[in-house]
């Protein structure tokens, strides 16, 4: 069997273009003719579609801010470069020496793009439903089980990389207010960045009412 | 004829669930037992993917980073209440009271929202397809064309108000160099958020330079 087909049987697809399929693998550090951008561009909308359907039909009563939440972990890139394990995407990428000595094969973006890519490709043979098919497979033996508890984060270390990269500034936290009798006090916590306030939320001890205003300022940042 | 049938002879679509259609087009400020954010969260993935897929088939050859930037020109806010006129969409939401004098039904987010959830709705009822023939016809009515110089946008202004909005800051540029003779500068210009550098680029002008650094930070926000 040669390389392409080793794949095609770990995806349980057998391409109609292989030259397709080619493209999906090449990095752009090969300086060929075409890489795999444009069709991770593509791939990238055609899983959050994937993704957005599958949680709004499993989830009839949780609400748009929670399922966006449960999407943002299920498709980002540590998600795929993970789901891309099942189908040892990495080794059959193709890299410029360069990258491939720089570890390329195992680099968390490089594998979850192509992942896209040949999800995109697999889409414009084959249409949405074969994708959904194919990677509804990939995503449900990887995630045991599927919920807002499982897959919650810690949101004031993902505001933190955010802010701390995009402006070199980290976000500052400050108690508002605390209320009620000693054993059931509700606190009310706000996240400043450059001393303007972004969020406010309340909880049941500082740190989870922290992590509610981190996760308000995330998900105006998703919008 | 009834309220319905009039935005589905707009749509040229009759839907077979019509609770559906009533759930898409139901602010949340109703307090109903339902509202169209759900909805909204599926169409706007919907229609994310049919633009992608649309400019990835109509450009060739333009790279991913430019049909990002022009999917980002077609599926804005704006441009999807300028798409929702054509089919009268504000005069059939369900608003509350508050809303509805507040001018909700002339809110381009309110009204863009229907729009994504409308869109999601037929995707449920209907499928992918089905939503690519209405959604294509009229955002090809809208856009007489549809390319990188038409949908060109304002990208120092765009960057001002999300660093504003988000961050209280307003981003800084200054003249790194210029180079070559007079008749033909080149000036590499640099963009500033805390004293932080965020990119730097080069034009003929150093509108241009500002404006291509600008649009470097945009694109790196959206991804």
């Given amino acids: ?97 360069a990258e491939e000595n720089n570890n390329g094969r195992n680099k968390p973006s490089l594998v979850s793009d192509a992942f896209e890519a040949v999800m995109g490709a697999i889409y414009l043979e084959s249409g949405l439903e074969k994708v959904k098919e194919i990677f509804i497979k990939i995503l449900e033996k990887e995630y045991k089980s599927i919920d807002l508890k499982s897959l919650g984060k810690d949101y004031k270390t993902a505001l933190q990389e955010i802010t701390q990269a995009r402006f070199g500034v980290t976000p500052r936290y400050e108690l508002i207010s605390s209320s009620g009798p000693d054993h059931k006090k509700i606190f009310e916590m706000a996240v400043f960045l450059n001393e303007k306030e972004l969020a406010r939320a309340s909880g049941n001890s500082k740190k989870e009412a922290e992590q509610s205003a981190a996760l308000i300022v995330l998900q105006r940042i998703e919008e």
Same sequence: chains 1, 2.
């Fill in 1 to 97: 069997m040669d390389k392409f087909q080793n794949l095609e049987k770990l995806l349980n697809y057998e391409f109609k273009d292989k030259n397709m399929l080619k493209e999906a693998l090449t990095h752009k550090s090969t300086k060929a003719a075409f890489n795999n951008e444009r069709l991770e561009f593509l791939g990238d909308a055609v899983l959050d579609l994937i993704v957005g359907e599958y949680l709004y039909l499993k989830f009839k009563n949780i609400d748009e801010g929670n399922l966006s939440k449960l999407r943002a972990a299920l498709v980002s890139e540590k998600s795929f470069a993970n789901l891309s394990a099942q189908i040892s995407l990495g080794s059959f990428l193709y890299l410029s020496t």
